[in-house]
């Protein structure tokens, strides 16, 4: 009975791995390069890198992803699943509609497909067992979909080892071709979607930033429809406004190889410390960006690198960002070259698939001297500079990236809207009344 089920036992299998595959790819996406959309910009940014765990470090680790050098998107690792499972599915069906001789040899691709995608699968929850520290879940079904399929493909061919590779020996080279089309033709639509969704995601940042050449021109957050969202937003932030004063004040230095911008003689100085590899760092980043654009005439905004890479940070007790530390040495090597906030904007662009040949491409975008760019990365100094910052971070009590201080203060989220809650209060506090407009009434003052 099992043994006639296996086909329609796989079909399903196979549907079942198609969706994960895609969800594990359209998480990736999230978590890597989604822009924020407006209910992130009011309640949906949370998170931290290094204080959390599960599918956020796994997707967003360099295990998550295959580099295709410095021109392409790097793949998923579940890319590759969704023309697999396309071409399971396929078997399946023919398993389904033919007798059981042509059945059988259908059944003995399948077997031998499912071997090497399972042997991956392994390696993969190795990683995650032993190097990341961490479990997708979604991975983990994924997984065992794959072990179900090479078990039901087994069972359903009845012949064991020896009959499946007979089998094999005498399959034809037009169904051998036919699969290898399906799984090759899938991955690349899949592929090609995931890419089309970055590109996508990048234009409707560029339209929705709204910024402007002028380092001073001032603008409107797009208002926001959601009545239930904005009520809870000004209640978060009254909640916030109303312990602000109380914070504890840190004893932060801002070093002259920090990177820097804005008005740091105001009196008011907004600290960032933030890992290159960490997707709430990139999500804070381009919130950040857009409140320099309206407040940088009166603030000063300040970024300090906290990678959490253990080649470089020796508070950590695993590799949660292995590129992150090479990241960081990139960009003060950038800062020395007059390039720091062009060079930290384009690797943020680039997260997902940092490493040196990615930092060389960025150095030759911006038209840095090369020679000197190579030379520096190599200096002691430099890296001391990384450190010096990370050490800045531990005294300040950091638990993860990223990690805001607004005149000494560390705020209690990273939530953009709390950064820009501190710095209405600061002016405020200097006699401003005049603010870029809350067109939404969020902020008490």
Sequence with gaps: MLKKASPIALLALACAGMLLGMTLTARHYDLN??????????????????????????????????????????????????????????LAGL???????????????????????????????????????????????LDAVTALSLGFAFIGHGGGVGGILQDLSTSSASL?????????????????????????????????????????????????NDAEALEAARKAVAEFIE???????????????????????????????????????????????????????????????YPLGTSCNDNLKRDVHPDACEAAIAVQCGRRQGAFWPFHDL???????????????????????????EECLEKDSILNEVKEQIAQGRDAGLTGTPTFFVNGKMLPSAHPLFVEAAIRWELVERGETELPEDSDGIFPR
């Design 347 to 373: 690797i943020f662009d680039h997260q997902g698939s940092l490493g040196s040949d990615r930092m060389r491409s960025i150095a030759a975008e911006l038209q840095l001297n090369t020679e000197t760019f």
């Design 95 to 141: 398993a389904l509609r033919n007798d059981s001789k042509r059945r059988a040899k259908y059944l003995a691709l399948t077997a031998a497909a499912c071997v090497p995608a399972l042997c991956f699968a392994l390696y993969l929850l190795a990683v995650q067992a032993f190097v990341i520290s961490r479990f997708c879940p979604y991975c983990i079904a």
């Design 176 to 224: 051998l071709g036919a699969a290898l089309l399906v799984l090759l033709g899938g991955n690349y639509l899949a592929y090609n979607s995931y890419v089309g969704w970055i590109e996508d995601g990048e234009s409707k940042a560029h339209r929705e930033s709204g910024h402007k050449d002028s380092k001073h021109h001032q603008h409107e957050r797009a208002p926001t």
């Design 243 to 305: 312990s602000y004063p109380n914070l504890e004040v840190r004893d932060l230095v801002t070093n002259l190889f920090d990177g820097s911008k804005g008005q740091l003689e105001g009196g008011i100085v907004v600290t960032e410390f933030a890992d290159f590899d960490c997707p709430h760092c990139k999500l804070a980043g381009f919130y950040l960006k857009d409140i320099a654009h309206r407040y940088g005439d009166r603030v000063g905004f300040v970024f300090k690198n």
């Design 33 to 90: 390069h989604a822009p924020p959309g407006p209910a992130t910009a009011v309640l949906g940014f949370e998170g931290m890198c290094g204080a959390g765990g599960g599918c956020a470090e796994v997707n967003t680790s360099r295990y998550a992803s295959i580099s295709l050098g410095v021109e392409r998107p790097a793949i998923p690792v579940s890319v590759p699943a969704v023309g697999f499972f396309l071409m399971l599915a396929l």
